[in-house]
């Protein structure tokens, strides 16, 4: 199980992404791509102390940022039936491919 | 050129109205958007700072400085929400605590 087989079956469910200077977004997991940014929406974003709360109604999250990301344990299960089709293989040789041009180049 | 991925950000919704953006390092700006690119670059007007604690600066507070028209560099953000409905609520996750309490109880 990749990494981002797992954050790609997330879409739509429930997650809870904390990130590196320890604030805290629970929401809906719009989208993401292979860098890990994600969009979410109906967003509970929660300090670092745990004490201060705010609503968003959507926001958009750098993947460098991200310390980790929480998800409902029942996905891992749906996830290990796709393993082999999501993000991984393709994106290595996508990435591959760019490398050869610009070193040509 | 091909090889860079579409961003899943579309900001397009959100031109001309005001976001909220979170730097790294922790400094958060307010402003209406007037412009980004696929670096994530933005151009906020009539951007204000929100200004941090001193003692914890990942926390902002009330206080607040204008900056006027500014870019704020794609690199160093961190998050960006549209500032309409972005609210300070009570803790949203108390009641749920306390069922939990409630049912460990018994």
Same mark, same amino acid.
């Given at each position: 199980?990749?990494?981002?087989?797992?954050?790609?079956?997330?879409?739509?469910?429930?997650?809870?992404?904390?990130?590196?200077?320890?604030?805290?977004?629970?929401?809906?997991?719009?989208?993401?791509?292979?860098?890990?940014?994600?969009?979410?929406?109906?967003?509970?974003?929660?300090?670092?102390?745990?004490?201060?709360?705010?609503?968003?109604?959507?926001?958009?999250?750098?993947?460098?940022?991200?310390?980790?990301?929480?998800?409902?344990?029942?996905?891992?299960?749906?996830?290990?039936?796709?393993?082999?089709?999501?993000?991984?293989?393709?994106?290595?040789?996508?990435?591959?491919?760019?490398?050869?041009?610009?070193?040509?180049? | 050129?091909?090889?860079?991925?579409?961003?899943?950000?579309?900001?397009?919704?959100?031109?001309?109205?005001?976001?909220?953006?979170?730097?790294?390092?922790?400094?958060?700006?307010?402003?209406?958007?007037?412009?980004?690119?696929?670096?994530? %670059?933005?151009?906020? +007007?009539?951007?204000?700072?929100?200004?941090? #604690?001193? $003692?914890?600066?990942?926390?902002?507070?009330? &206080?607040?400085?204008?900056?006027?028209?500014?870019?704020?560099?794609?690199?160093?953000?961190?998050?960006?929400?549209? %500032?309409?409905?972005? +609210?300070?609520?009570?803790?949203?996750?108390? #009641?749920? $605590?306390?069922?939990?309490?409630?049912?460990? &109880?018994?």
């Amino acid at each position: 199980m990749f990494p981002l087989s797992l954050l790609n079956a997330a879409t739509d469910n429930q997650i809870l992404i904390e990130l590196k200077n320890g604030f805290c977004y629970n929401g809906l997991l719009v989208n993401c791509d292979k860098f890990m940014n994600v969009n979410l929406k109906d967003v509970t974003l929660t300090s670092k102390n745990g004490q201060e709360f705010w609503k968003l109604n959507s926001c958009y999250i750098r993947g460098a940022t991200i310390k980790y990301f929480q998800v409902e344990p029942e996905l891992a299960d749906r996830v290990k039936d796709d393993d082999g089709f999501s993000g991984g293989g393709g994106g290595r040789g996508g990435r591959g491919g760019g490398r050869g041009g610009a070193a040509r180049a | 050129m091909a090889r860079h991925a579409q961003s899943i950000l579309d900001l397009e919704p959100h031109m001309n109205k005001a976001v909220r953006v979170k730097c790294v390092g922790g400094r958060e700006f307010t402003g209406v958007l007037k412009g980004f690119d696929k670096l994530l %670059n933005l151009v906020l +007007d009539d951007a204000v700072e929100l200004m941090r #604690d001193p $003692e914890d600066t990942d926390c902002t507070t009330s &206080a607040s400085r204008p900056l006027g028209i500014m870019v704020c560099r794609g690199p160093s953000v961190m998050a960006v929400a549209p %500032n309409d409905g972005y +609210d300070a609520i009570a803790n949203p996750f108390e #009641d749920a $605590e306390e069922d939990e309490e409630e049912g460990d &109880a018994e």
